[in-house]
């Protein structure tokens, strides 16, 4: 009678380690899904679960049936969720049936015209390679023709710098709490920017609005997540034409417009010495004005940007009138979501501003980097002294300082694109401080 309770006992805890291994693994493709990923090699799903579990991979259970059943589908090597798989196959048909139905007619030498004579194309480049600057010569060419074009971007701050008719792919698609509008858009093309950041979601939502334009994205292709899988952005460089403004003559007058400063590394023994050679960094920065950014990769623990932002509070803004809870009159800051409704002029992620006053219903009055003045419910704003590397991507600054609590989060030490952005958004110069 033992013997058979200890087997019912084992083959419970084996069910339920199965179960949660099932979880781990479909919330795991979720996880990269939300990222950009469409899949992920077959070979670092055992360690990802490995790193999930706090096991070696030799104790895991086994995979193999996971990675061809109902929860999941094989594309080749790589491993995709169900609803992915159909997604992804829906936009590779897209792909290669539109790529064939247009005339061949590029101009090597004219990228306008190169991206104008295909439906789909690509504009990629490393930071400061000019891909806005052609961006917008790329719309307002086409306004020339006669032609419609809507310029949006994956961020609202990417979004602003496209002028005054840029929005967020999200809001031209009319993403609400139903998921996109399925109404047909008339825009002859739709230029998206900041495409690295795409999901396969909002790519098929896009091609279903706008089954006929011709479809314009440009991003940078190294700033990826490092993990060995199937990027949007990375396919859509593999199977479009694509304009590397890195290796064409005209990128290198635009970088010198844009120059990258170089970057420096300082060592600190304690988290106190990194929050020390911070205040003298910014003591000597304050002059600038509005010339300069720290950068940190995590939101959470000592070197985290909410602390952070709370000391640069106190160094840069002394003064301020308190307004809020958090806010002062003179704070930096960042918007953390859309808003469209309930405020009289559309706010989008990632936007930068300064508090200038409040407002008798509890808003900030916040001048933004575009010059509009805009009432913000404190609701979705957040201090900006600090910002998170993932919000400063496409945007460029004079000075940058980096904190990178290394010791606290050593996995980010093995993520190139983390490093890559946090190091090319300064034209004068980038101050790493690790501990």
Same mark, same amino acid.
């Given at each position: 009678?033992?013997?058979?309770?200890?087997?019912?006992?084992?083959?419970?805890?084996?069910?339920?380690?199965?179960?949660?291994?099932?979880?781990?693994?479909?919330?795991?493709?979720?996880?990269?899904?939300?990222?950009?990923?469409?899949?992920?090699?077959?070979?670092?799903?055992?360690?990802?679960?490995?790193?999930?579990?706090?096991?070696?991979?030799?104790?895991?259970?086994?995979?193999?049936?996971?990675?061809?059943?109902?929860?999941?589908?094989?594309?080749?090597?790589?491993?995709?969720?169900?609803?992915?798989?159909?997604?992804?196959?829906?936009?590779?048909?897209?792909?290669?049936?539109?790529?064939?139905?247009?005339?061949?007619?590029?101009?090597?030498?004219?990228?306008?015209?190169?991206?104008?004579?295909?439906?789909?194309?690509?504009?990629?480049?490393?930071?400061?390679?000019?891909?806005?600057?052609?961006?917008?010569?790329?719309?307002?060419?086409?306004?020339?023709?006669?032609?419609?074009?809507?310029?949006?971007?994956?961020?609202?701050?990417?979004?602003?710098?496209?002028?005054?008719?840029?929005?967020?792919?999200?809001?031209?698609?009319?993403?609400?709490?139903?998921?996109?509008?399925?109404?047909?858009?008339?825009?002859?093309?739709?230029?998206?920017?900041?495409?690295?950041?795409? #999901?396969?979601?909002?790519?098929?939502?896009?091609?279903?609005?706008?089954?006929?334009?011709?479809?314009?994205?440009?991003?940078?292709?190294?700033?990826?997540?490092?993990?060995?899988?199937?990027?949007?952005?990375?396919?859509?460089?593999?199977?479009?034409?694509?304009?590397?403004?890195?290796?064409?003559?005209?990128?290198?007058?635009?970088?010198?417009?844009?120059?990258?400063?170089?970057?420096?590394?300082?060592?600190?023994?304690?988290?106190?010495?990194?929050?020390?050679?911070?205040?003298?960094?910014?003591?000597?920065?304050?002059?600038?004005?509005?010339?300069?950014?720290?950068?940190?990769?995590?939101?959470?623990?000592?070197?985290?940007?909410?602390?952070?932002?709370?000391?640069?509070? #106190?160094?840069?803004?002394?003064?301020?009138?308190?307004?809020?809870?958090?806010?002062?009159?003179?704070?930096?800051?960042?918007?953390?979501?859309?808003?469209?409704?309930?405020?009289?002029?559309?706010?989008?992620?990632?936007?930068?501003?300064?508090?200038?006053?409040?407002?008798?219903?509890?808003?900030?009055?916040?001048?933004?980097?575009?010059?509009?003045?805009?009432?913000? +419910?404190?609701?979705?704003?957040?201090?900006?002294?600090?910002?998170?590397?993932?919000?400063?991507?496409?945007?460029?600054?004079?000075?940058?300082?980096?904190?990178?609590?290394?010791?606290?989060? +050593?996995?980010?030490?093995?993520? +190139?694109?983390?490093?890559?952005?946090?190091?090319?958004?300064? #034209?004068?110069?980038?101050?790493?401080?690790?501990?």
């Amino acid at each position: 009678m033992l013997g058979v309770w200890t087997w019912a006992i084992r083959s419970a805890l084996h069910n339920k380690a199965c179960d949660f291994s099932r979880g781990l693994f479909t919330d795991l493709l979720k996880q990269y899904r939300d990222f950009g990923m469409i899949g992920l090699h077959r070979d670092v799903l055992p360690e990802l679960l490995a790193q999930r579990l706090l096991l070696s991979r030799n104790k895991l259970p086994a995979l193999e049936p996971l990675c061809d059943s109902r929860y999941a589908r094989c594309d080749g090597q790589y491993v995709l969720l169900p609803a992915v798989a159909r997604q992804w196959e829906r936009v590779r048909n897209c792909l290669a049936w539109n790529q064939t139905q247009l005339v061949d007619r590029e101009a090597e030498s004219d990228p306008v015209e190169v991206c104008l004579a295909r439906r789909y194309s690509v504009i990629t480049g490393s930071a400061g390679s000019g891909k806005t600057a052609m961006l917008k010569r790329l719309a307002d060419r086409i306004r020339a023709r006669g032609w419609t074009v809507a310029a949006t971007a994956m961020t609202g701050k990417a979004a602003s710098l496209l002028g005054p008719e840029g929005q967020t792919l999200h809001r031209y698609l009319g993403f609400g709490p139903g998921g996109f509008q399925r109404a047909k858009k008339p825009d002859r093309v739709v230029i998206v920017d900041e495409a690295s950041m795409l #999901t396969l979601s909002v790519l098929e939502a896009l091609m279903r609005a706008a089954p006929d334009a011709h479809l314009v994205f440009a991003g940078d292709r190294k700033q990826l997540p490092p993990v060995q899988g199937i990027a949007v952005f990375d396919e859509l460089c593999r199977k479009l034409p694509t304009i590397d403004l890195d290796r064409r003559s005209e990128a290198t007058v635009v970088r010198q417009r844009c120059p990258l400063g170089p970057t420096r590394r300082i060592a600190c023994r304690t988290e106190q010495d990194v929050v020390v050679t911070l205040s003298r960094w910014v003591s000597r920065m304050l002059p600038e004005g509005s010339g300069w950014q720290v950068l940190a990769p995590v939101y959470d623990g000592p070197l985290g940007i909410v602390t952070l932002n709370r000391h640069l509070q #106190t160094w840069c803004n002394p003064h301020g009138e308190w307004l809020t809870a958090n806010f002062r009159r003179g704070d930096r800051v960042i918007v953390e979501e859309n808003r469209y409704e309930g405020i009289a002029r559309p706010v989008f992620n990632g936007q930068t501003g300064r508090v200038m006053d409040g407002t008798d219903d509890g808003c900030l009055l916040v001048e933004f980097d575009c010059g509009s003045i805009v009432a913000v +419910p404190p609701s979705i704003l957040r201090l900006a002294y600090c910002l998170s590397i993932h919000k400063a991507q496409g945007s460029r600054y004079r000075h940058v300082l980096v904190v990178w609590p290394a010791r606290q989060f +050593p996995h980010l030490e093995r993520d +190139p694109s983390l490093h890559r952005v946090a190091t090319t958004r300064a #034209t004068e110069e980038t101050l790493v401080l690790a501990a």
